[in-house]
């Protein structure tokens, strides 16, 4: 099988293999011959559509024809546009959503922390107030990292340095503070050292009336300008809270304590029919046995932000929803931005032609439950079951505002390939074979083994182990390698 046609709707089939000019492809109980050669991941007329006939994918429109296409033609940019336009607005349509709770005895190795949350690793964070002292950070932790090596249940010792912390007004100044107070309060880290400099204006001073109420000992304060050596006194910040993270071991916990972060990028044709469908489907089993999954990337709902509204758990979040898509259409207006030009290069050369298509690619990672709650940036999770979190599409941004909202662990599904994690574990999932093969240093999990005939059950059963053994201590490929930036979203000027 050369190709295949996702939905009995529509009217293109995707190629699982190039094709080449006059071959006979067969789909279903009808045959086709290709017109022209076509590259895999890409879609091919099934049939004659009509100039400004909608093109059909997944069941849904992703654009239209903007010429006349013969059945067997490739589809892509030289004929499809997106029927995208600016604000919408949007019904509410009251449904009796009910989804299906397990019981569950499957447990998985985490640190229970004082404050009830649980932890998958039982890290050393030095966290920096601005930029200025990023380095001092660094060189803290790497000092620290030799001389307290192999310290029993101690994971790692990290520095999470950023671009900001000082010359920012308003909102960019609040949520740099909200970002880094977030990831203060982080279950992942057992100990953390924030590290300032000190005429800064996200200042140790300032940044304790956002990060509020913390426990003393977990929590450590050093202003560099105040002491002759910060590095030394840096070092024996970081041997207390050693100590103080010493005390927690790895204990049985409920899959119901976990928030998986729901990610992609560098998607390509095959993300909506593999890697996105089978996370939707892990994320539909964590949360039926009571834990939680967040979906952000609000640029790449775009196009299919009705099917999420329509699994809305009531109007309150219905409006929530409504709210999300159209201020994220709204900031990108007020920059006289056009909000449909989101595939990239890479994916355009992967088989998706439009927003909509990607979206409704996206948007599978979410699975089929009821979302339950909308987060703003910089929100922590306050309800199980499915979030969406407002956040932009660029891979770093939107995989550390999903850590900051409480996930200790990202599902990352991609077809082109990234070697990117961030402060969170973060599993590499490949849309296909070719290039999990390719990139074993980058990835953790094939699922395009989907296409060569293994089931969804069984993809969905191993996945489910990798991120058991991945919150009970196993390494991710991306933390094997060192990837732990964090970036932080921008929206105003620099002074």
């Not at 000019?21 to 099934?46: F, M, Q, W, Y």
């Not at 560098?266 to 967040?294: E, Q, R, W």
């Not at 191993?462 to 919150?471: P, S």
Request: aromatic content about 8%; glycine content about 10%.
């Amino acid at each position: 099988m050369k190709i295949i046609k996702i939905h009995e709707e529509d009217n293109i089939a995707v190629t699982l293999e190039d094709v080449k000019k006059g071959e006979t492809l067969t789909s279903g109980s009808s045959s086709l011959v290709a017109l022209e050669d076509i590259d895999k991941g890409h879609k091919i007329a099934l049939r004659d559509i009509r100039k400004d006939e909608n093109i059909i994918k997944y069941g849904f429109p992703i654009g239209h024809a903007i010429c006349d296409i013969k059945a067997g033609e490739w589809v892509h940019t030289h004929n499809l546009k997106t029927n995208l336009g600016e604000i919408l607005e949007y019904e509410y349509h009251e449904k009796n959503i009910k989804f299906e709770q397990l019981k569950c005895d499957i447990t998985f190795k985490g640190y229970r922390r004082k404050n009830g949350k649980v932890g998958i690793r039982n890290e050393i964070w030095i966290i920096p107030t601005v930029s200025c002292v990023n380095r001092n950070a660094e060189l803290i932790a790497k000092r620290a990292a030799r001389e307290f090596e192999g310290i029993e249940g101690i994971d790692g010792i990290y520095e999470l340095k950023h671009p900001y912390g000082c010359s920012q007004l308003g909102s960019d100044l609040f949520y740099t503070q909200k970002i880094l107070a977030d990831l203060v309060n982080h279950p992942n880290a057992g100990g953390v050292l924030v590290l300032g400099l000190g005429c800064e204006n996200n200042n140790v001073e300032e940044f304790k009336k956002v990060l509020g109420n913390y426990d003393q000992d977990r929590v450590k304060f050093l202003v560099a300008q105040e002491v002759e050596d910060e590095i030394e006194v840096g070092v024996e910040l970081v041997k207390e809270l050693i100590e103080y993270a010493s005390q927690f071991k790895r204990e049985e916990c409920p899959l119901s304590d976990l928030v998986i972060g729901l990610k992609c990028g560098g998607s390509d044709g095959f993300s909506g029919i593999t890697a996105n469908p089978l996370v939707g489907a892990f994320s539909d089993k964590i949360i039926a046995y009571g834990g939680s999954a967040i979906l952000t990337e609000v640029p790449e709902m775009f196009g299919a932000e009705t099917i999420l509204m329509d699994r809305a758990k009531n109007k309150e979040v219905f409006e929530k929803i409504v709210s999300l898509i159209n201020n994220f259409k709204e900031y990108f207006m007020s920059y006289n931005q056009p909000i449909y030009e989101n595939p990239s290069p890479g994916n355009k050369k992967g088989g998706i032609t439009t927003l909509e298509e990607k979206s409704l690619g996206c948007t599978q990672k979410g699975g089929k439950s009821p979302v339950v709650d909308v987060l703003e940036y910089g929100d922590v999770i306050k309800e199980k079951g499915l979030n969406l979190l407002s956040g932009p599409g660029n891979d770093m941004v939107a995989s550390t505002v999903l850590a900051a909202a409480g996930c200790q662990v990202i599902l990352f599904t991609t077809g082109r390939g990234t070697p990117l994690g961030t402060v969170v574990p973060t599993v590499k999932i490949a849309t296909n074979s070719e290039i999990y093969k390719k990139k074993l240093m980058w990835m953790d999990f094939d699922a395009g083994r989907l296409l060569s005939g293994e089931t969804m059950e069984t993809l969905q059963r191993e996945l489910l182990e990798y991120v058991i053994k991945v919150a009970s201590g196993m390494p991710t490929k991306s933390e094997l390698m060192g990837f732990r930036e964090i970036a932080i979203f921008k929206n105003g000027v620099t002074l």
